[in-house]
């Protein structure tokens, strides 16, 4: 659908600030596009580049957003009637049913606020927002989740309203509509607190970050930088100019006098309306706009060619960034589709020292442009520091996410349903079914994990590793692959802070318990550490799936209960058909890729439950191979079907028998004789792990020998102490067969008598 070419013109005429939104997504096309200011033949110009297929945004400026992420049909009900009541009506836009978006005008403008995030007992995610500066909505296109076009409902779209008949909500009304929400979550049964909120209130007073000083200026110098202003400039740069004197004057009179005075020479002046308007503005909860900006209107471009070509481009790919109390600056220019790498402030002052330019003052001088980018008032601050969000828009936080790879489109997935089921599978459809689940809910919900690793065992050639590169290549900026077991584990772990699927290619578990408890805490933990060079440490989101490919027997350290990893045997049937994984790879870069991710964005996870991770062969071999000691020990004896020191020598005792308690201790602790690695627990520890296993050892009676009195223990038999060992550890073993040696001769039997 050509959105854009339907509605376009129509916003723009109406008054609306519009950009071009990504086919079957929510954010923009443009770089810097919240400093764009569309007009038809911006229109004209996306409708003849690339951007026709594409959805409508509209810029949260002059007109704000309430949306109510909500899925309770009647609470949201509840939501509606109270803007109706206590705003006004206006246009609601649907995506995912019952959430919706209602657009209002507004006044001087503030910044977003946010509701507190509320958990049901299913797990569904509620909460409310009112999109505000730096924010814009989608108008039309299609929704990411149901690939069908939003919809207007309850009469006119917006694009049959104009802008200024939009009612007008304060900021006042805001907090209020998110303070009334916030009561009615507190009171639905089985709802909890998920996540706090954010108003502009909460903003610290003392954030010097915020703090921005008057200029030192009287009444005359004011009103001469104003002569040098058009009165008839961009509605938005009018109300700067109004709120930067509201700041300077600290909301006195003579601050909207003069921007009265000023305003009555354009010719789109209305009497009244500075007055009215002037009193609606207040800084708090965002960085006032001071006289800083308005001087930044009227200064002449000195050194006019540097700063035309380079600053702009500064200003939409430069951002500066504080972490963890180091200033740093990031450039997208360099590292679009790369790890983010952060400037100090003074590297980048020595790689400009030869573009000095000259600054903008009453006394220009030569300053360096990193200088002038630094104190430009449209420069990307983000006091807050780094996130990693997957699929969502961050105000406060440089967002690390760098988008899917490709965009979602139907289309024929059976080649990779081949794959997943009859080779990463082996032809079981369920284990296909869970394997299909895992890679499907870290597309549909990537910010939510089920804390379990995919581990899959095979052979060279197999095709283990191609289900990673193809799962991560609808995801490539978030995909890593790494070959050692410390780039999973180890401290220094920057890789990690924006990786969304993590592929260790043969970097086994080596057995030390340190790196077992990080590998359990990266697969489960909500944050993770972050440890950069020359920054401190910091926490971070922790959205790392991990997927574990290897030729190895033990992969990784499953306990008897283990619940975090789910583990397969990949098939051999097509192992070294470089004619099949070729034919795979075609159909992926030939609209394979796009299919994929529709189809894993639609699939249905309601009937599957991730945790639950299916017992195979595969997960019992990890499990054994992780075993300690004393059950390893029992484990060994079980299968030889006696228990005795060693193979070819030592004490033996027989399962089914009576044997003195200390005795069967002592053949346990022999048996790791000479063993450096292993050492043998005490007895008391040692019969304390027995008592797991009811019926296998019980209490016999108490016998004499030599004057000496010791307790004996009765064993139970071979099949029943097995079964007693499966049942305990949720285990289902292969057994060895016993060899019970020739059975005697049967004196009856003909065969047998002697000729």
């Known amino acids: ?49 690339g951007h026709a297929d594409g959805g409508v945004g509209v810029l949260c400026r002059n007109t704000v957003a309430v949306d109510i992420d909500c899925l309770d049909a009647p609470l949201n009900h509840k939501l509606l009637q109270w803007l109706d009541e206590n705003v006004g009506k206006s246009a609601i836009r649907i995506g995912q049913k ?10 001087g403008g503030f910044s977003k606020i946010r509701s507190c995030e509320y958990e049901d007992a299913l797990g569904s995610k509620h909460a409310v927002e009112v999109l505000a500066e730096g924010q814009q909505f989608v108008a039309f296109g299609i929704h990411p989740s149901t690939n069908e076009p ?15 008949d939009l009612p007008t909500i304060s900021r006042d009304q805001a907090e209020a509509f998110v303070a009334y929400f916030e009561e009615l979550a507190k ?113 002449e471009a000195v050194s006019h060619g540097i700063k035309e070509e380079q600053l702009p481009k500064m200003l939409r790919e430069w951002a500066f960034v504080h972490v963890e109390g180091s200033a740093r600056v990031i450039r997208e220019d360099i590292n679009k589709h790369n790890n983010i790498v952060l400037y100090k402030l003074e590297d980048l002052k020595k790689e400009h020292m030869n573009c000095r330019v000259l600054s903008g003052d009453e006394k220009p001088k030569l300053v360096n442009l990193v200088d002038m980018w630094l104190e430009n008032p449209d420069r990307r601050t983000y006091a807050a520091g780094l996130t990693f969000a997957p699929d969502m828009q961050i105000l406060e936080r440089y967002n690390l996410w760098r988008g899917w790879s490709v965009e979602a489109e139907e289309g024929d997935v059976a080649p990779w349903l ?156 097509r192992k070294q058909d470089s004619e099949y994984f070729a034919a795979l790879d075609n159909w992926y870069n030939t609209g394979g890729a796009e299919a994929l991710l529709h189809y894993l964005r639609s699939f249905n996870l309601s009937n599957i439950n991730l945790r639950l991770v299916p017992q195979t062969e595969a997960l019992t071999d990890q499990k054994l ?29 027989q399962f089914g028998s009576e044997t003195p308690k200390a005795e069967i201790y002592d053949i346990y602790a022999s048996s790791l004789r000479g063993n450096k690695f292993e050492v043998p627990v005490k007895s008391a520890s040692f019969w304390k792990k027995m008592k797991n296993y009811a019926d296998l050892f019980t209490d016999g009676a108490y016998k004499c020998d030599a004057g000496h009195r010791y307790r004996t223990m009765n064993i139970n038999s071979t099949e029943a102490s097995r079964f007693i060992f499966e049942s305990t550890n949720q285990l289902k073993i292969e057994w060895a067969t016993l060899d019970m040696g020739a059975a005697e001769d049967d004196p009856f039997d003909p065969n047998n008598w002697d000729e």
Not at 236 to 262: K, P, Q, S, T
């Open 1 to 49: 659908m050509a959105f854009l070419k339907e509605h376009g013109h129509a916003l723009v005429e109406r008054g609306y600030e519009i950009v071009p939104i990504m086919k079957g997504k929510k954010a923009p096309m443009l770089k810097g596009w919240q400093d764009i200011r569309a007009t038809h033949d911006d229109v004209d110009k996306w409708l003849g580049n």
């Open 98 to 107: 019952p959430k919706c978006i209602l657009p209002f005008r507004v006044d």
């Open 150 to 164: 939003y919809k207007w409902v309850r009469g006119k779209s917006i694009a049959d309203i104009s802008q200024a």
């Open 187 to 299: 009171g639905q049964d089985g709802w909890e607190l998920a996540r706090k909120g954010m108003a502009p209130a909460d903003v610290d007073p003392d954030d010097l970050s915020m703090f921005k000083p008057r200029l030192d200026m009287d009444d005359q110098a004011v009103r001469d930088l104003l002569a040098a202003v058009d009165p008839d400039c961009h509605h938005d740069d009018w109300v700067r100019v109004g709120m930067a004197l509201h700041h300077h004057f600290d909301g006195g009179e003579d601050g909207w006098h003069i921007w009265d005075e000023w305003s009555a020479d354009g010719s789109k002046y209305r009497d009244g309306e500075c007055e009215r308007r002037y009193h609606t503005f207040d800084s708090k909860g965002r960085a006032p706009i001071t006289l800083a900006s308005v001087k930044a209107m009227e200064k």
């Open 418 to 573: 081949d794959f997943v089921t009859n080779v990463i599978a082996d032809g079981n459809a369920a284990y296909a079914n869970y394997i299909i689940a895992w890679a499907a809910q870290m597309i549909q919900k990537p910010m939510t994990k089920v804390g379990v690793g995919l581990v899959l065992r095979g052979r060279k050639g197999t095709g283990k590793t191609k289900f990673g590169e193809l799962l991560g290549g609808l995801v490539k900026a978030h995909h890593k692959i790494v070959s050692r077991a410390e780039h999973v584990t180890g401290n220094f772990n920057r890789h990690l802070e924006d990786t969304l699927l993590l592929q260790a290619d043969e970097a086994y578990w080596a057995g030390a318990k340190a790196s077992e408890g990080a590998l359990k805490d990266l697969l489960t933990n909500p944050n993770i550490t972050i440890e950069r060079k020359g920054v401190d440490a910091y926490t971070a989101p922790n959205y790392t799936r991990i997927l574990f490919t290897s030729n190895e027997e033990f992969v990784v350290p499953a306990s008897l209960d283990e619940r975090r990893f789910a583990v397969f045997d990949v098939g051999t049937d």
């Open 625 to 653: 191979e992780a075993l300690d000691n004393v059950t390893e020990w029992l484990y060994n004896c079980l299968q030889n079907g006696e228990i005795r020191e060693n193979r070819v020598g030592g004490n033996v005792v």
